[in-house]
């Protein structure tokens, strides 16, 4: 057992594009080998594909209810 007490709670940061938590936390777990920066281009990329594909329906978006 840890003699140092207990750890405190951290939230996750908001990602740079869209301001959302919900967005990095995907990006957390898309992350391979510690490659943040390759994550976030899989998960921009995907969002843009879905984006153009769906263009005249709806659009993708992370709402700010989530953070």
Known sequence: MSRRG???KRT???DPIFRNR???MVVNRIMKDGKKSLAYQILYRAVKKIQQKDRNKSTIGFTSSNT
């Open 6 to 8: 207990t750890a405190e």
């Open 12 to 14: 996750a940061k908001s």
């Open 22 to 24: 919900l967005v990095n």
